[in-house]
């Protein structure tokens, strides 16, 4: 699947309307793989993106789904972290959301994806079964599982998947850890993990995170993966879902640092370090989605006063590179980037 495409360029799945049909349609007519984010969405909603993105395109796609965890969250930890957002909640004209656990109706976006026989479909916060794996590439669907270690590279390839995707600490939005109780590494980088995983599996691999620039490209390429993914090189493209208020942030000279925080969803997630972030990190405990759905109405009510001291503007360490340009143009660009840094290369 992933030589198919004519440009080693896959646009990351970023949920919570990021991920619109016309950015994943713009990135597979220009050759690369555009992704849909099933995150956060019911089962019939991902169905109707996927009719949408057929109806924009032929070329191949692909959309990702959380895999669900235990609902092993500290019930005293969560209620102490509400007791301290009381008061943000109290001045903001708000009741904070009900700290609860759910599977992100994992058994019917699965339903989905055998039903709709989508390309390629990626798994994030964990693995599914060698038997969830095997009916989906039964189906005609190429399988990719979203790791951040070793140990994870080998338990994904194990149950049976066609290729990692290996996200670096580089990465904004959350981590991929498949356990909420472990955190990744975040001193061994992109290019260092991707030769960990290289010596642990014999499966192809994509590179995620911080990749900003064609030269970045190349460099993943050279480390061993067969594709690049980019997230936070997509946000400020027209055909993006992210908010205006987050697209101006990743530019603005008051965010000019991004940090890991479990403040926002009880995940750990690399966003821009605003005020909630920074006042309120070390009161978050390992509770997803858990804290999501608490904070959920906070977050709301920021985006709608314009207030991005308050939101989670998730974003890699990379951000103050996005790009404002349609998506296919973007995509050519970075093409452009990456053959000049080779020839480059070559030159010398």
């Known amino acids: 699947m992933l030589h198919t495409l004519s440009v080693p360029?896959?646009?990351?799945?970023?949920?919570?309307?990021?991920?619109?049909?016309?950015?994943?349609?713009?990135?597979?007519?220009?050759?690369?793989?555009?992704f849909l984010a099933g995150g956060y969405k019911t089962a019939e909603e991902m169905r109707k993106e996927i009719a949408t993105l057929r109806a924009l395109t032929d070329q191949p796609f692909g959309v990702n789904v959380f895999v669900?965890?235990?609902?092993?969250?500290?019930?005293?930890?969560?209620?102490r972290y509400k007791e301290v957002l009381e008061e943000e909640a109290k001045r903001l004209g708000v009741s904070?959301?009900?700290?609860?656990?759910?599977?992100?109706?994992?058994?019917?976006?699965?339903?989905?994806?055998?039903?709709?026989?989508?390309?390629?479909?990626?798994?994030?916060?964990?693995?599914?079964?060698?038997?969830?794996?095997?009916?989906?590439?039964?189906?005609?669907?190429?399988?990719?599982?979203?790791?951040?270690?070793?140990?994870?590279?080998?338990?994904?390839a194990g149950q049976g998947a066609d290729v990692l995707c290996v996200?670096?600490?580089?990465?904004?939005?959350?981590?991929?850890?498949?356990?909420?109780?472990?955190?990744?590494?975040e001193n061994v980088s992109l290019l260092v993990l991707l030769q960990q995983i290289r010596e642990a599996v014999d499966l192809p691999l994509i590179a995620a995170g911080g990749i900003m620039h064609g030269r970045n490209i190349a460099a993943v390429l050279a480390a061993?993966?067969?594709?690049?993914?980019?997230g936070t090189a997509?946000?400020?493209?027209?055909?993006?879902?992210?908010?205006?208020?987050?697209?101006?942030?990743?530019?603005?000279?008051?965010?000019?640092?991004?940090?890991?925080?479990?403040?926002?969803?009880g995940r750990p997630a690399r966003g821009l370090v605003n005020r909630f972030l920074t006042e309120y990190d070390a009161f978050a405990p390992a509770a997803y989605p858990h804290i999501h759905h608490m904070t959920k109405p906070l977050r709301s009510v920021a985006a709608k006063a314009n207030d991005p001291q308050m939101m989670s503007l998730w974003a890699g360490q990379g951000h103050r590179l996005a790009r404002n340009m349609p998506a296919q143009e973007l995509v050519r660009e970075l093409m452009k980037e990456m053959e000049e840094a080779v020839q480059g290369l070559i030159r010398k």
């Open 9 to 34: 360029i896959i646009q990351a799945p970023m949920a919570g309307g990021v991920s619109t049909p016309a950015l994943a349609a713009a990135v597979s007519e220009a050759g690369g793989l555009g």
């Open 68 to 79: 669900p965890g235990e609902d092993d969250a500290d019930e005293k930890a969560v209620r």
């Open 96 to 156: 904070l959301g009900e700290p609860k656990w759910d599977d992100d109706d994992w058994e019917a976006k699965l339903t989905v994806l055998y039903e709709e026989k989508v390309p390629v479909v990626s798994f994030t916060f964990g693995c599914p079964s060698s038997k969830i794996i095997s009916k989906l590439q039964d189906n005609g669907s190429f399988v990719i599982v979203t790791v951040t270690s070793k140990t994870e590279a080998q338990i994904a």
């Open 167 to 185: 996200q670096g600490p580089e990465a904004g939005g959350h981590r991929a850890t498949f356990r909420n109780d472990e955190t990744a590494d």
């Open 224 to 230: 061993g993966a067969c594709a690049a993914q980019l």
């Open 234 to 265: 997509f946000l400020r493209c027209p055909e993006s879902g992210a908010s205006p208020l987050h697209k101006n942030a990743l530019i603005d000279p008051q965010f000019q640092a991004t940090a890991v925080t479990r403040a926002f969803t």
